[in-house]
């Protein structure tokens, strides 16, 4: 079987959609029998490239600011780009992990990671959500198959579109290797470079954005008692996203009282580090298409405390403190609980690297490999 697979997500920092980009397609690269070759918006290769490996991705910013009419040019020359290796190599099945797929006259694999355009689109850019309802619906009309990475997902498809149920499958996403339990001394080079110690600190990972909920764990940690909070900061870690300006406010008293660390994007390794340090991770979201962060620590061994709805009762289940994300009290107080209670810290570490062990990537791209060969006769 050959694929065509849509790996431009790649070449931008590795948030959620580029993260399952690149570990699906580490799996299918290694996979025998399947020919995986990886389009990049202007070339075509076999291997995986991220950032900024090519001249395009390091220039774009000036491209895009001094050709006339990039943004009207940019999608045609992608779609040129990809028609004529399409029509020049016989490809099986094309794979589009990005919502929105490009023409393909063959079987089409869409991924559908959330419709939080609909959902929640105060916490979009109004262009993002124009161009999600414009083509959206043409594009689940055009695919053969459809992939989620939730049944909550799943469900909201059926329901929203209208999408016949057999025609769309919920994948879990797996979670790498390097998350994983770390003791005081492998951790130390990395958290004394940001000035923390092992096991005295609260994290919040992700986009600084209105669905990540950020405000509540910043209201809830507030409330704890000063003894509290000077053994156990607050570290926040994220890029600056849509409506971040408020957030950023916020938290402003706590990053000059020394309570709150903003370290902004890091490597994956020292994510890595940083989860596996952690007392614990506040994960106060709206809504989630699946909730990488909380699998990542949990790999870690390290103790979640996380929204109750969308997807992520399906990713932590019974391993992590599920709270309403309008609770600020019993967040507060779920905090407090984890800092004093031992035997509780211990229970959760150990139900929630139990739990992890069943979401890879592996299983993720066996599960999809068996979608292409549906929609292949």
Same mark, same amino acid.
């Given at each position: 079987?050959? &694929? *065509?697979?849509?790996?431009? =997500?790649?070449?931008?920092?590795?948030?959620? /959609?580029?993260?399952?980009?690149?570990? &699906?397609?580490?799996?299918?690269?290694?996979?025998?029998?399947?020919?995986?070759?990886?389009?990049?918006?202007?070339?075509?290769?076999?291997?995986?490239?991220?950032?900024?490996?090519?001249?395009?991705?390091?220039?774009?910013?000036? $491209?895009?600011?001094? &050709?006339?009419?990039?943004?009207?040019?940019?999608?045609?020359?992608?779609?040129?780009?990809?028609?004529?290796?399409?029509? =020049?190599?016989?490809?099986?099945?094309?794979?589009?992990?990005?919502?929105?797929?490009?023409?393909?006259?063959?079987? !089409?694999?869409?991924? $559908?990671?959330?419709?939080?355009?609909?959902?929640?689109?105060?916490?979009?850019?109004?262009?993002?959500?124009?161009?999600?309802?414009?083509?959206?619906?043409?594009?689940?009309?055009?695919? %053969? @198959?459809?992939?989620?990475?939730?049944?909550?997902?799943?469900?909201?498809?059926?329901?929203?579109?209208?999408?016949?149920?057999?025609?769309? !499958? =919920?994948?879990?996403?797996?979670?790498?290797?390097?998350?994983?339990?770390?003791?005081?001394?492998?951790? *130390?080079?990395?958290?004394?470079?940001?000035?923390?110690?092992?096991?005295?600190?609260? &994290?919040?990972?992700?986009?600084?954005?209105?669905?990540?909920?950020?405000?509540? *764990?910043?209201?809830?940690? %507030?409330?704890?008692?000063?003894? $509290?909070?000077?053994?156990?900061?607050?570290?926040?870690?994220?890029?600056?996203?849509?409506?971040?300006?408020?957030?950023?406010?916020? /938290?402003?008293?706590?990053?000059? =009282?020394?309570?709150?660390?903003?370290?902004?994007?890091?490597?994956?390794?020292?994510?890595?580090?940083?989860?596996?340090? *952690? !007392?614990?991770?506040?994960?106060?979201?709206?809504?989630?298409?699946?909730?990488?962060?909380?699998?990542?620590?949990?790999?870690?061994?390290?103790? $979640?405390?996380? %929204?109750?709805?969308?997807?992520?009762?399906?990713?932590?289940?019974?391993?992590?403190?599920?709270?309403?994300?309008?609770?600020?009290?019993?967040?507060?107080?779920?905090?407090? @609980?984890? !800092?004093?209670?031992?035997?509780?810290?211990?229970?959760?570490?150990?139900?929630?690297?139990?739990r992890s062990l069943r979401f890879t990537w592996k299983?993720?791209?066996?599960?999809?490999?068996?979608?292409?060969?549906?929609?292949?006769?």
């Amino acid at each position: 079987m050959r &694929l *065509a697979f849509n790996a431009t =997500a790649l070449l931008s920092p590795l948030t959620g /959609i580029g993260q399952y980009g690149y570990h &699906l397609t580490g799996e299918l690269l290694n996979t025998p029998d399947l020919q995986t070759d990886l389009f990049y918006a202007t070339f075509w290769d076999d291997k995986r490239h991220v950032s900024d490996r090519r001249s395009f991705s390091r220039f774009g910013p000036l $491209v895009r600011k001094y &050709l006339p009419y990039y943004h009207e040019l940019s999608p045609l020359y992608r779609q040129y780009k990809f028609t004529r290796q399409t029509k =020049a190599v016989k490809y099986d099945v094309y794979h589009e992990p990005n919502y929105l797929p490009l023409r393909f006259k063959g079987p !089409t694999v869409v991924t $559908v990671h959330d419709l939080s355009w609909i959902r929640y689109p105060e916490t979009h850019p109004a262009e993002r959500v124009k161009v999600m309802n414009r083509y959206f619906e043409k594009a689940l009309y055009q695919s %053969s @198959a459809l992939i989620t990475d939730a049944e909550f997902v799943r469900q909201e498809v059926i329901d929203v579109f209208g999408v016949k149920p057999e025609k769309i !499958t =919920a994948i879990p996403l797996g979670v790498e290797p390097m998350f994983m339990p770390r003791n005081a001394q492998e951790t *130390a080079q990395v958290l004394t470079s940001h000035g923390l110690t092992h096991g005295k600190y609260f &994290l919040t990972v992700g986009t600084l954005e209105p669905r990540k909920n950020l405000s509540l *764990a910043i209201r809830a940690y %507030s409330e704890l008692p000063q003894s $509290v909070r000077d053994q156990y900061p607050l570290v926040v870690i994220g890029m600056k996203g849509w409506h971040s300006s408020e957030i950023e406010r916020s /938290i402003s008293p706590l990053v000059q =009282a020394g309570y709150l660390r903003k370290l902004g994007y890091v490597p994956r390794e020292d994510l890595a580090i940083l989860m596996a340090g *952690a !007392t614990a991770l506040i994960y106060p979201s709206i809504y989630e298409g699946f909730g990488l962060p909380p699998l990542e620590a949990m790999a870690c061994g390290i103790p $979640v405390i996380c %929204s109750n709805v969308s997807t992520l009762p399906e990713v932590v289940g019974d391993a992590g403190i599920l709270i309403d994300p309008r609770d600020e009290t019993g967040l507060r107080e779920h905090l407090h @609980a984890i !800092t004093e209670d031992k035997k509780l810290w211990v229970d959760l570490s150990t139900r929630a690297r139990e739990r992890s062990l069943r979401f890879t990537w592996k299983n993720c791209a066996q599960q999809t490999i068996e979608v292409y060969k549906s929609v292949c006769g």
